[in-house]
Protein backbone atom coordinates (compact mmCIF):
# COMPACT_ATOMS: atom_id res chain seq x y z
CA UNK A 1 0.00 0.00 0.00
CA UNK A 2 2.69 2.55 0.84
CA UNK A 3 4.44 1.54 -2.51
CA UNK A 4 0.80 2.72 -4.21
CA UNK A 5 2.29 6.77 -2.63
CA UNK A 6 6.00 6.36 -2.99
CA UNK A 7 5.75 6.24 -7.20
CA UNK A 8 3.48 9.21 -7.41
CA UNK A 9 5.62 11.57 -4.72
CA UNK A 10 8.70 10.36 -6.50
CA UNK A 11 7.49 11.35 -9.94
CA UNK A 12 5.99 14.45 -8.84
CA UNK A 13 9.16 15.45 -7.14
CA UNK A 14 11.61 14.67 -10.15
CA UNK A 15 9.49 16.47 -12.20
CA UNK A 16 10.28 19.71 -9.68
CA UNK A 17 13.78 18.75 -9.26
CA UNK A 18 14.35 18.65 -13.06
CA UNK A 19 12.21 22.42 -13.50
CA UNK A 20 9.63 21.20 -15.79
CA UNK A 21 7.25 23.54 -14.39
CA UNK A 22 7.02 24.71 -10.90
CA UNK A 23 8.38 27.86 -12.42
CA UNK A 24 7.69 31.24 -10.29
CA UNK A 25 5.75 34.39 -11.55
CA UNK A 26 7.92 37.43 -12.34
CA UNK A 27 6.64 39.37 -9.70
CA UNK A 28 7.33 36.43 -6.97
CA UNK A 29 10.55 36.61 -7.03
CA UNK A 30 11.29 40.71 -7.49
CA UNK A 31 12.42 42.60 -4.63
CA UNK A 32 13.44 46.43 -5.18
CA UNK A 33 14.80 48.88 -2.75
CA UNK A 34 12.93 52.12 -1.86
CA UNK A 35 15.44 53.66 -4.20
CA UNK A 36 14.19 52.09 -7.09
CA UNK A 37 10.75 51.75 -6.23
CA UNK A 38 10.77 55.46 -6.07
CA UNK A 39 12.72 55.92 -9.25
CA UNK A 40 9.94 54.01 -11.25
CA UNK A 41 7.09 55.59 -9.67
CA UNK A 42 5.37 58.74 -10.12
CA UNK A 43 5.35 61.38 -6.98
CA UNK A 44 1.89 60.22 -6.36
CA UNK A 45 2.24 56.59 -6.58
CA UNK A 46 5.05 56.36 -4.60
CA UNK A 47 2.50 58.34 -1.84
CA UNK A 48 -0.44 55.84 -2.12
CA UNK A 49 1.69 52.27 -2.69
CA UNK A 50 4.68 53.18 -0.28
CA UNK A 51 3.36 55.69 2.47
CA UNK A 52 -0.13 54.69 2.45
CA UNK A 53 -1.86 57.61 0.41
CA UNK A 54 -5.05 58.43 -1.02
CA UNK A 55 -5.60 59.95 -4.10
CA UNK A 56 -8.11 62.43 -4.97
CA UNK A 57 -11.65 60.90 -5.74
CA UNK A 58 -13.17 61.56 -9.44
CA UNK A 59 -9.70 62.78 -10.46
CA UNK A 60 -7.61 59.88 -10.82
CA UNK A 61 -7.27 57.46 -14.28
CA UNK A 62 -9.44 54.29 -13.72
CA UNK A 63 -12.20 55.07 -11.43
CA UNK A 64 -14.42 55.41 -14.43
CA UNK A 65 -12.38 53.28 -17.08
CA UNK A 66 -15.14 50.80 -18.85
CA UNK A 67 -12.58 48.76 -21.30
CA UNK A 68 -11.93 45.11 -20.70
CA UNK A 69 -9.04 44.16 -18.92
CA UNK A 70 -6.85 43.31 -15.58
CA UNK A 71 -5.54 45.86 -13.16
CA UNK A 72 -2.16 44.62 -12.17
CA UNK A 73 0.01 46.14 -8.78
CA UNK A 74 2.36 49.41 -10.37
CA UNK A 75 4.81 48.13 -8.37
CA UNK A 76 4.85 44.52 -8.98
CA UNK A 77 2.86 43.75 -11.99
CA UNK A 78 1.24 40.65 -10.31
CA UNK A 79 -2.38 40.71 -10.94
CA UNK A 80 -5.25 41.93 -9.00
CA UNK A 81 -8.08 42.64 -10.36
CA UNK A 82 -10.44 42.11 -14.09
CA UNK A 83 -12.61 44.49 -15.53
CA UNK A 84 -15.48 41.43 -15.28
CA UNK A 85 -15.47 42.51 -11.74
CA UNK A 86 -15.26 46.32 -11.54
CA UNK A 87 -18.26 48.67 -10.82
CA UNK A 88 -19.16 52.18 -10.40
CA UNK A 89 -19.67 52.85 -6.98
CA UNK A 90 -20.45 56.15 -6.93
CA UNK A 91 -17.31 56.69 -4.87
CA UNK A 92 -15.01 58.31 -7.52
CA UNK A 93 -12.31 55.83 -7.05
CA UNK A 94 -12.50 52.32 -9.24
CA UNK A 95 -14.11 49.63 -7.32
CA UNK A 96 -14.46 45.83 -7.43
CA UNK A 97 -16.53 43.09 -5.96
CA UNK A 98 -13.81 40.54 -5.52
CA UNK A 99 -9.86 40.39 -6.50
CA UNK A 100 -8.68 38.55 -9.65
CA UNK A 101 -6.09 36.50 -8.00
CA UNK A 102 -7.26 36.11 -3.98
CA UNK A 103 -3.90 35.07 -3.16
CA UNK A 104 -2.35 38.36 -3.93
CA UNK A 105 -4.23 40.13 -2.24
CA UNK A 106 -3.33 40.77 1.89
CA UNK A 107 -5.94 42.35 4.32
CA UNK A 108 -4.74 44.30 7.29
CA UNK A 109 -6.52 46.03 10.32
CA UNK A 110 -6.09 49.48 9.83
CA UNK A 111 -6.95 51.54 13.01
CA UNK A 112 -6.50 55.03 11.15
CA UNK A 113 -9.10 57.75 10.80
CA UNK A 114 -10.56 57.25 14.05
CA UNK A 115 -12.37 53.93 12.76
CA UNK A 116 -11.81 50.30 11.97
CA UNK A 117 -10.94 49.44 8.44
CA UNK A 118 -9.24 46.90 6.37
CA UNK A 119 -6.51 47.65 4.14
CA UNK A 120 -5.98 45.96 1.23
CA UNK A 121 -2.46 45.08 0.14
CA UNK A 122 -0.60 43.53 -2.75
CA UNK A 123 1.14 40.49 -1.74
CA UNK A 124 4.48 40.54 -3.28
CA UNK A 125 4.80 44.20 -4.13
CA UNK A 126 3.40 45.09 -0.37
CA UNK A 127 1.97 48.07 -2.50
CA UNK A 128 -1.33 50.02 -0.63
CA UNK A 129 -3.63 49.29 -2.66
CA UNK A 130 -6.80 50.68 -1.03
CA UNK A 131 -9.99 49.44 1.51
CA UNK A 132 -12.29 46.98 1.26
CA UNK A 133 -16.12 47.61 2.64
CA UNK A 134 -19.14 45.15 2.91
CA UNK A 135 -21.44 47.42 1.11
CA UNK A 136 -20.66 46.30 -2.22
CA UNK A 137 -23.22 44.52 -4.54
CA UNK A 138 -23.60 40.96 -5.09
CA UNK A 139 -22.77 38.25 -4.99
CA UNK A 140 -19.97 39.09 -3.26
CA UNK A 141 -21.32 42.33 -1.02
CA UNK A 142 -17.67 43.70 -1.13
CA UNK A 143 -16.48 46.75 -2.62
CA UNK A 144 -13.02 46.64 -3.08
CA UNK A 145 -12.42 50.60 -2.98
CA UNK A 146 -8.52 51.02 -4.99
CA UNK A 147 -6.35 53.62 -5.71
CA UNK A 148 -5.66 54.02 -9.25
CA UNK A 149 -2.00 55.41 -8.21
CA UNK A 150 -1.35 51.57 -7.09
CA UNK A 151 -2.72 49.52 -10.68
CA UNK A 152 -1.96 49.39 -13.66
CA UNK A 153 -4.08 48.33 -16.40
CA UNK A 154 -3.65 46.15 -19.27
CA UNK A 155 -6.25 46.17 -22.02
CA UNK A 156 -7.45 42.77 -23.47
CA UNK A 157 -5.86 43.88 -26.49
CA UNK A 158 -2.44 43.68 -24.81
CA UNK A 159 -2.67 40.80 -22.20
CA UNK A 160 -0.71 38.80 -24.24
CA UNK A 161 2.28 40.77 -25.12
CA UNK A 162 2.28 41.52 -21.62
CA UNK A 163 2.74 38.31 -20.21
CA UNK A 164 -0.40 37.62 -19.07
CA UNK A 165 -2.35 35.70 -21.87
CA UNK A 166 -3.63 32.86 -19.41
CA UNK A 167 -6.35 35.66 -18.29
CA UNK A 168 -7.60 36.01 -22.08
CA UNK A 169 -10.26 32.96 -21.48
CA UNK A 170 -11.75 35.32 -18.89
CA UNK A 171 -12.69 37.86 -21.76
CA UNK A 172 -13.41 35.36 -24.64
CA UNK A 173 -17.58 36.09 -24.16
CA UNK A 174 -17.17 39.73 -22.79
CA UNK A 175 -18.43 42.73 -24.76
Known amino acids: MIRNYILPFFIVFSLGVTGVSMAAEPWESTSMTKEQIKAKLTPLQYKVTQNDGTEPPFRNDYWDNKKAGIYVDIV????????LDKFDSG???PSFTAPL???NIVLHKDF?????RTEVRSRYGNSHLGHVFDDGPPPTGKRFCMNSAALRFI????LEKEGYGRYLPLFKDAP
Open 112 to 116: SLFTT
Open 101 to 103: EAG
Open 91 to 93: TGW
Open 155 to 158: GVDQ
Open 76 to 83: SGEPLFSS
